[in-house]
């Protein structure tokens, strides 16, 4: 038999559900783990949209795995891209042509954005599920402004019209942080600039917002961006994005500048691509122990799996489902070196909740969906979003400042709005960079 020593993983994916099996991996001394990310860092995707409206700096949100994994030699960090796997082999093979075998493979590559074959989305549409996405709409955003201060008619022509894509957390969340840097700081930045005639409307097929969530929240979350001057069209469906402009299903034309895709989301490409077969979503579907039918040592977890669990088909794609599966997918494999029998995954759940705005979240906490609103469904928020980050090195301090002056002191941010990376706001050619 082979020395328990020479047991080796290979995980591909560098988020939550990646980093948290690698963790638990590394701290078992017979392990040995090669970690596959094309990034090289974790990125804190709950906090994208903050990035994309200049709340906060890109950098602020992404954790270098060099760091992450400090002091677990066990851990062998890859940066590349892996475009195949082969789960009959466990391996996987990079964009540079090199393969990686291993005793395990663990499938951890997330998602990314599903158009739906909407014609002119891939191409014209900003998605928000990365910090490179988060980066290019934050640009998008303040070069229209740039523009329209220069040239106050291409208001008319939708240069100040903001369309996001999706009732869901995505979307108000974005259409909410996007209220209060279109509403409450660009005027101080643009004094000049009829601000008043900028738009910010919310497409969804659905009737409500936060489907998922009780009626209550529907009516507190559609009141609150209302309130915060976001246009709702719900009911009907984009039917083609352009250049300057989208199409609704009913007929109607909205000119804009900046489409932001927060309309659902498939399996990251590579689940195509590893000879498992797709389930829902273009997800693998798993078994109840996170292994892969027919490949008792491949495992899926997080976004790119279809993780069943009690009663539900799949659970939802969220940090704390990818978190929980990657720890349990360790723990099987252990389970596997040990000689000791595998267990089900076994779900901590700990709700669901959005941020809507600045004094306005919704939490719906437990399995038993004990909902919250306001301050105290920031809170739990907060608990839940600072639990994630302890796979990171990351200084809760950090955190816990930024949810402070977010949210109990409304309306800091000064008049002189900076990019928060520095990038160089140049006039640039946006139909040929997208």
């Known amino acids: 038999m082979r020395e328990p020593s020479s047991i080796q993983i290979v995980i591909v994916g560098g988020g939550f559900a990646g980093v948290a099996c690698a963790k638990s991996l590394a701290e078992d001394e017979r392990t040995r783990v090669t970690l596959v990310d094309q990034n090289g860092y974790h990125q804190f995707q709950p906090l994208l949209y903050q990035v994309a409206t200049a709340e906060l700096a890109g950098q602020d949100m ?6 992450v994994f400090r002091g677990q030699d066990a851990v062998t960090l890859v940066r590349s891209e892996a475009v195949a796997a082969d789960a009959d082999q466990r391996s996987v093979t990079l964009s540079d042509g090199r393969t990686i075998t291993g005793d395990y493979l663990v499938l951890a590559a997330g998602a990314q954005p599903n158009f739906f074959h909407t014609p002119g989305a891939q ?59 279109v509403y409450d700081v660009m ?16 497409v969804d097929l659905g009737r409500v917002l936060l489907a998922p969530f009780s009626d209550q929240s529907h009516t507190y979350a559609a009141t609150q961006l209302q309130q915060r001057g976001v246009e709702l069209r719900l009911g009907t469906a984009v039917t083609e994005v352009a250049r300057d402009h989208v199409s609704l299903r009913d007929k109607t034309t909205i000119p804009t500048h900046l489409v932001i895709w927060g309309g659902g989301e498939t399996a990251s490409a590579i689940a195509g691509n590893a000879g498992t077969g797709q389930g829902r979503g273009g997800r693998i579907d798993v078994r109840h122990d ?24 799949a659970l939802p794609q969220l940090g704390s489902v990818a978190q929980q599966s990657g720890t349990w997918a360790a723990k099987n494999i252990l389970a596997d070196i040990g000689g000791t029998g595998r267990e089900p995954f076994h779900y901590r ?58 949210y109990f002191r409304p309306h ?6 900076l990019d928060p990376d520095q990038v160089e706001l140049n006039k640039i050619d946006w139909g040929q960079s997208r």
């Open 187 to 202: 005027p101080h930045r643009y004094p000049n600039l009829a601000v008043a005639g900028a738009r910010i409307i919310l």
């Open 349 to 406: 759940d700990k709700g669901i909740m959005a941020m809507i705005g600045r004094e306005a979240a919704v939490a719906e906490i437990g399995p038993h969906r004990h909902e919250l609103h306001g301050r105290f469904a920031f809170a739990s928020w907060l608990g839940v979003h600072a639990e994630l980050l302890a796979n990171t090195r990351a200084e809760l301090k950090a955190l816990v400042a930024w949810a402070e002056e977010f």
């Open 123 to 181: 191409e014209f549409a900003f998605p928000l599920y990365s910090l490179t996405d988060a980066r290019r709409v934050r640009e998008r955003v303040l070069q229209l402004f740039a523009d329209a201060s220069a040239k106050p008619e291409l208001i008319d022509e939708g240069a100040l019209t903001f369309v996001i894509v999706g009732g869901g957390p995505t979307g108000v969340e974005i259409s909410g942080a996007l209220s209060e840097l």
């Open 290 to 313: 996170l292994s892969v039918p027919g490949h008792p040592n491949v495992f899926a977890v997080g976004d790119i799996a279809n993780i069943p669990y009690g009663d539900e088909r």
């Open 412 to 417: 800091h941010r000064s008049a002189d709005l």
């Open 62 to 67: 992404a954790f270098d795995h060099t760091e």
